[in-house]
Each structure stands twice: as structure tokens, then as C-alpha cells.
């Protein structure tokens, strides 16, 4: 291969293929770099030598396909190449085949990639032939087969379950596959496996895994693709912490393959409602410090005098090596972050001010010291006073409007505040990144942030339909004492469901619960999304039915393949590391889909195509 060669073959003869990468003419030596996925080797075809080599050289252009056979020579003194791992050798070319030509492709890639990402889709083949590219998709494959290989070694069978199906109800909208033999009839794409792979824990397979690929019709976000692939498993008879442990295994065997060991200890894990109270999100990113709930510290009087809303909380969070703020800069910060907070009813409290007046000072410093607890893990190396304390809260009004908010129908959402506060601290650690240098990507195990989130509610509340949507998927199992207390009826909100997230630095690789495996159970959970026993039936009477027929306690998680690539790789969107991705909307622009089809197959269809007004 062309990244072979090194000054040990020196003296051999070889043949090489590939690609031209570059030509450099010097009139009687012409050298070509000779490009394959293992990397590239420098070959000199001399016209005295090689008089009908080097006359076909003449020809070569970028991107032609040649085949070469020379000796291995040992560069000139001073002339080897120490930034490619061939730099020492050449190969001195007695033979060279032109075994084709190439058009000047619309970029070379034997350069950066196109800022355009619209002509790297259109001609994904050239853009695929890039380093970096070919680097992301070995990876990838390494990456896989260290994850099937863990798995298989635990035990887990790999099945594969159907991409035409009905509708499994994940939450998106399904593609759909008109029928040719059933006219008027469709089956759909599945939007994960999750039916079959617990039909197959009824069918006594006990421990299923499968690379899927799932299918869903969603508004397309920048890092969302119509299909994607998960890592989807499921198992009999589990605890919580057996499918962690599965989950970590097979974590830990995929970091492995892209060099990275990580620490032994098990991932941290907490629950949505601690998550929520310590970052403000079910997703914290654990590489910055939560927010400190400094309440108590405002006692009535302080609020008082500071024009604080009585009861709400006040909450506070450091952003370690801020860097220091001249007054002028600190003026500009109040308002930015005041800008950020909107109407909202919340305002950020100048702790600054604060100090420097004898009445609230001790306050300032003990508001210092709570953020202060805990800080060392974040921030070790960097001074005291480089660290940006913010503290938000609630104003007068805030309680006003909450109460309006309620009589206007809008549902109450207690978490608000922790919410919102938790967005401005990922807003402030991503603004001020360069200075706390804590989302640099080092390729070291401290990169990387692993958290488990469990006891997620079972319900959501949907603002558009007013209604109460299953958070997850209706096959996820509430919690025991929620479903005894009677919970599912009276206080949907406060239903916990035994469904858990895998978080890495604040994004969400993947989601799993512990399934109801009772018919009753699941009946009952159907009534309580508001879908009566006969549609019940209609959507999901043949798993209802496999329900009765002996299914063990069961329960599963998927997580994100293209997504865990996407960090091993260090890239930032999913399109690359997959190989012919779809634009945000959703056009695969090398092939050109979707197109519109011929009158033919449509009639055989039974279907129309209508313009909607
Ligand atoms: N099917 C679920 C999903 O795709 C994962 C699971 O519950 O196992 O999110």
C-alpha cells in the first residue's frame, strides 16, 4: 500500500496503485505523489531511466489512476519528508501504468476540504477520498466491531429486525413504504427496533443487540439525520445497573478503538431531578461546576432591602478562569446577561457592587465562599480572582407572572427557574471557552464526562395539544410506588418512570428504560395518553396479545452510533462520519433524492400525487 513503505524496504521492488495526489514536472524527473487510503508515497520517474515511464508521467494529471513498479530508494541527504510517515524512501519507477484518467475534480483532495459543504455532498466520492475522511470512516468501522466484539463476548445475540414494519411510535413521524400487492396499504420505516426487540425477550432470546438503523421524519435540526444508527440492545432479567454496566463495556471497548483508555470507576449517575436542581438540564455537561442553590443565604430582610422575590430561588454558579473585567466590561456583562434573561422575570444580582457597600458585604463574601465549595476539581490551576460568579434572582414580579401564566391555561413548569439559569450557565461556558479552557479536546480520557440520568417522569406535557405524551415511549415501565399511589391518574406530572439517559459532556448518546412487562400495566398506561382500549388494540394488539403469553421483566437502551464516531473523530457534524449523509433538508445531494417517480409506478402504487395548496 501506499503507506507502507519505509528506509527498511530499501532495495526492494515493489508495485504500487492509486491514486495522484500531486505532480511536480522538473523536466527530466518528474516525481508523483502516489495516494491510497493507507497513505502516500513519493515516486521519481527519471527520463534517462525510465525513458516510457516518465513519458507517461508527462500524461498523468491529478487524480489519475496509475500503477507503478520501481525500487525503493532511500532519499538524498536532506531531502526526506519528516511530516509523512514515508518521508525517508521513495520508490524510483521502472514501470507505470496509466490504468485511468481523471476530469479536474471541482476540489482537490489533496487539499482542506471546500468551505462549501453543498459540492463536498454533490461529489461525496471525491470528498471521501480526503484523509480525513478516510481516517473518520476507518474509525468508524474499528469502532463498530470493538463494540459488536464486547457485546458478543457478554453473551448477546445480534438479530436483525425489519425496516418495513408498522408504525413504532417514538415520537417523530414515520416514512412511510406504499404497498404494490396491498393498494392503499403502507408500512413504515421503523424508528427503532423497540416492539421487535421485546417481542424477542417473550421469545426467550434474553440478551439482543443489533447496529440499527433507524428512520424518523423530524424538522430537520443542523445535527439530525432522517436515518441514523443506533447501538439498540435488550435483555431479560435486569437490574438498572446490569444495563449500565453493559453500556459502559461497550463504551469503554469503542474508546478503546480510538485509542482512548477510559477510568475504570463506574459512570456517575444521578437522578432528572437532581440533574435539573445542579445544572438546570437533563443533560448536564459535568466538565464545568453546577449551580449552587444560595436561598437560604437571602433571608427575608436581604430580599427585602434587594428587592428579591420572597419565596423563589436564588441560584448562583461559578465559570472558573473567566479571566478578571475592567468596570466597563462588567457593566457590559450585567447587561448582556440582563439581555439573556429577557422578561422573564429574573435578574442578575451584582455581587461586585455588593461587596464594596458595608451593609451587604458580608453577604458578598459568603456568597463567594458557597460557590467557592467544591471548586478545586474545575479549576485547580487558575487564580481565585479570574473566576466569574454569577447569582440570578427572581424579581418582585416574577410570582405575578406566574400566577397570569396559569390563569392563561399555560402549564406551570416548577422547574423554571433552574431551567433557565442553567441555560445562561452553558450560554457564559461557551462564551468564555477560551479562557477556562475546559472543552479543549486533550484525546485523554479527562475529555470525556460520562454521566447516567435515571428516574426520568414518565409524562410531558404537550403545550400545542394540551395533552400528556409519554416522555420516552409508552413500553417504558412508571415507577412501582407512582403506579400504587394511584399517581397515573391524579398527578401525571409527578409520575416517575423507570427510564434513564447516557449523557457525555452535555450531549445525550442515548436513552433506555426498564419496560412494563404486564398486560394490564400497559393497558393502563395506553388510557392514561389518552388512547382508548379499542385504538389500543387497533395499533398495538399484537404485542398486547404477546404480552399474555409469558414475558419476562425486560429492559434496553440505544445509543447514538454516528454520535459517538462524531466525538472519537473530533468532528462536529454527524455528516462526518457518515459516509452519504442527507443536508438539513434531508436531500442526499449526491444522488439527488427525493425525485418525483414515473406515472407507471405510481399507478401500480395505487397512489396520486396531489399539490397541496
Ligand atoms: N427505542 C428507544 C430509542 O430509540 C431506546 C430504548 O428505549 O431502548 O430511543
Not at 527520463?47 to 494529471?61: D, F, G, I, N, S
Not at 463498530?144 to 425496516?163: C, D, K, S, W
Not at 409508552?474 to 391518574?489: M, Q, R, V, Y
Amino acid at each position: 500500500m501506499c503507506g507502507d513503505l519505509r528506509s527498511t524496504d530499501a532495495g526492494q521492488t515493489v508495485t504500487l496503485m492509486g491514486w495522484v495526489n500531486r505532480r511536480r514536472d522538473h523536466g527530466n524527473l518528474i516525481f508523483l505523489d502516489l495516494r491510497d487510503r493507507s497513505g502516500i508515497t513519493q515516486v521519481v520517474l527519471d527520463k534517462e531511466a525510465a525513458p516510457l515511464a516518465h513519458a507517461k508521467a508527462e500524461a498523468a494529471r491529478p487524480e489519475y489512476v496509475v500503477a507503478v513498479t520501481g525500487r525503493v530508494r532511500v532519499r538524498g541527504a536532506g531531502l526526506a519528508n519528516p511530516n509523512m510517515p514515508t518521508g525517508e524512501i521513495e520508490v524510483v519507477a521502472s514501470d507505470l501504468l496509466l490504468l485511468n484518467d481523471a476530469k479536474t475534480p471541482p476540489f482537490s483532495p489533496a487539499e482542506d476540504a471546500p468551505v462549501n459543504e453543498e459540492v463536498r455532498l454533490k461529489y461525496r466520492y471525491i470528498d471521501l477520498r480526503r484523509t480525513e475522511m478516510q481516517h473518520n470512516f476507518a474509525l468508524r468501522s474499528r469502532v463498530a466491531m470493538a463494540i459488536r466484539n464486547y457485546l458478543v463476548g457478554q453473551g448477546f445475540l445480534e438479530i436483525e429486525t425489519p425496516f418495513m414494519t408498522r408504525s413504532t411510535p417514538e415520537g417523530a413521524r414515520d416514512y412511510l413504504v406504499p404497498s404494490r400487492v396491498h393498494g392503499g396499504q403502507f408500512y413504515a420505516l421503523p424508528q427503532s427496533p423497540q416492539i421487535f426487540k421485546q417481542i424477542l425477550m417473550v421469545s426467550g432470546f434474553d440478551r439482543y443487540f443489533q447496529i440499527a438503523r433507524c428512520f424518523r421524519d423530524e424538522d430537520l435540526r443542523a445535527d439530525r439525520q432522517p436515518e441514523f444508527t443506533q447501538i439498540d440492545l435488550e435483555m431479560s432479567f435486569p437490574q438498572m445497573a446490569t444495563i449500565f454496566a453493559t453500556t459502559e463495556g461497550f463504551l469503554r471497548a469503542a474508546f478503546n478503538a480510538a485509542g482512548i483508555t477510559l477510568a475504570a470507576e463506574p459512570f456517575l449517575q444521578m437522578t432528572y431531578d437532581q440533574a435539573i436542581h445542579l445544572f438546570g438540564i437533563d443533560k448536564p455537561d459535568m466538565r464545568l461546576p453546577p449551580m449552587v442553590n444560595l436561598s437560604e443565604l437571602l433571608t427575608p430582610e436581604l430580599r427585602d432591602k434587594l428587592k428579591i422575590e420572597p419565596t423563589l430561588p436564588v441560584l448562583g454558579f461559578t465559570i472558573p478562569g473567566a479571566g478578571e473585567m475592567s468596570g466597563t466590561q462588567r457593566k457590559a456583562f450585567l447587561s448582556e446577561v440582563r439581555a439573556f434573561l429577557g422578561d422573564s422575570g429574573l435578574d442578575i444580582l451584582d455581587v461586585n457592587r455588593l461587596s464594596t457597600s458595608q451593609e451587604f458585604n458580608t453577604l458578598a463574601v459568603t456568597i463567594h465562599e458557597r460557590l467557592a465549595e467544591g471548586l478545586a476539581d474545575f479549576a485547580s490551576e487558575t487564580a481565585t480572582s479570574t473566576h466569574l460568579t454569577v447569582v440570578i434572582t427572581p424579581k418582585p414580579e416574577a410570582r405575578a407572572k406566574l400566577v397570569a401564566d396559569r390563569l392563561l391555561g399555560r402549564n406551570y413548569d416548577p422547574h423554571w427557574i433552574y431551567k433557565r439559569v442553567g441555560a445562561l450557565r452553558l450560554e457564559l461556558a461557551k462564551k468564555f471557552a477560551d479562557k477556562h479552557k475546559l472543552f479543549e479536546q486533550t484525546n485523554t480520557a479527562a475529555d470525556f464526562k460520562f454521566l447516567c440520568v435515571t428516574d426520568f417522569p414518565m409524562y410531558e406535557w404537550n403545550e400545542e395539544h394540551k395533552t400528556w405524551d409519554a416522555a420516552h415511549h409508552p413500553f417504558t415501565s412508571p415507577h412501582e410506588d407512582d403506579i400504587t399511589s394511584g399517581k397515573l391518574t391524579s398527578d401525571k406530572g409527578a409520575v416517575r418512570a423507570l427510564a434513564y439517559d447516557i449523557v457525555l459532556n452535555g450531549t445525550e448518546l442515548g436513552s433506555g428504560s426498564i419496560r412494563i412487562h404486564r398486560k394490564d400495566v400497559q393497558q393502563q398506561i395506553f388510557r392514561s395518553l389518552g388512547m382508548s382500549d379499542e385504538e389500543a388494540k387497533e395499533r398495538f394488539g399484537f404485542f398486547l396479545d404477546a404480552l399474555e403469553y409469558g414475558t419476562p421483566p425486560h429492559g434496553g437502551i440505544a445509543l447514538g452510533l454516528d454520535r459517538i464516531v462524531m466525538i472519537l473523530a473530533g468532528a462536529t457534524s454527524l455528516r462526518e462520519v457518515i459516509a452519504f449523509p442527507k443536508t438539513a433538508k434531508a436531500i442526499d445531494l449526491m444522488v439527488d433524492a427525493p425525485t418525483p417517480v414515473s406515472e407507471q409506478q405510481l399507478r401500480e402504487l395505487s397512489l396520486k400525487v396531489v399539490t397541496r395548496s
